[in-house]
């Protein structure tokens, strides 16, 4: 499958977005460094979600409703691009990408089935780049006439220099003091302290859930040796603010061992950080819209 590259010409930053479920699978700012981790054994071939960049998961996140596949199905389905919409600017470059639930043919299931669902909405992907910075926007059009219930969250798949996602000092997440937090590994809830969040030789996979008042998340993470990046994500239904969570994520080695297109050892290149939409999400009525944006920024 042809992926499409997207250059703002002024900084020299550059973005490739994979056709299938339009998966942001690189960022290379003005000054050569790549942001984004993709598997090296990930299926490009539209088969499967591409493990790595920034999958789109949408009507829910993990398999609440057991009769609909994880994460949906906004990441295994080929999505169109919007010619008329590229640009690039001195300020910036970027374009569109559009699903309509039309050409969904993968992954529905439950009240989202194919030729029983009562829904119907369009799916665009945003994109915008500069020199440092990438900013994207996922907008839910509730295209039908009867309101829906959904989740909405980016599967961020972040690249760590040399290695170093053990090592604390250089892989960590910041911005998460007092969020409510369920480790989804050993059952735990309790509330995250001062202290940083870091992979610390086991298998990451906790949700951060903010207190009531808290809408959009700011976070810092470490990358790399003298590499950071800066979060910003927020989330509106039909305009009105909605509270962002997130999830941080590495397999570690078990499951990295376990997961066909992820290599052994690639848990040492990577961390998950996931802002969504996923609890206290008001419907989504007819004739309304979702909108969740993503800013990160490369320090």
Known sequence: METK????????AKTTIHPCGACLMSYITSEGREVIFV??????DGSKAVRGGIPLVFPQFGQPDKSMPQHGFL?????????????????GAGG???????KVVKSRGGAWDIGTTKYDCVATFTIRITA????????????????????????????????????KNVCYVKGLQGYDVHDKITGDQYEQGSDPISVDNLEVDRVYTPKAGVANISLECGTGDDERIALEASGKVDGKDVAIGCVVWNPYIAKSKATSDFGDEEYHDMICVEPGMIANVPTLEAGKKAEFTQTVTAL
Do not use: C, M
């Open 39 to 44: 598997s090296k054994l990930a299926k490009l």
């Open 132 to 167: 440092d910075t990438l900013t994207t926007k996922l907008t839910i059009d509730n295209t039908g006439n009867v309101p829906f219930d959904f989740q909405i969250l980016y599967h961020t798949y972040y690249k760590i220099a040399g290695g170093a996602a053990l090592d």
């Open 5 to 12: 590259t997207i250059v703002h010409t002024k900084s020299g």
């Open 75 to 91: 990441r295994t389905n080929i999505w169109g691009l919007d010619e008329s919409s590229l640009y690039d600017t001195e300020a």
């Open 96 to 102: 569109n990408f559009v699903l309509p639930l039309s």
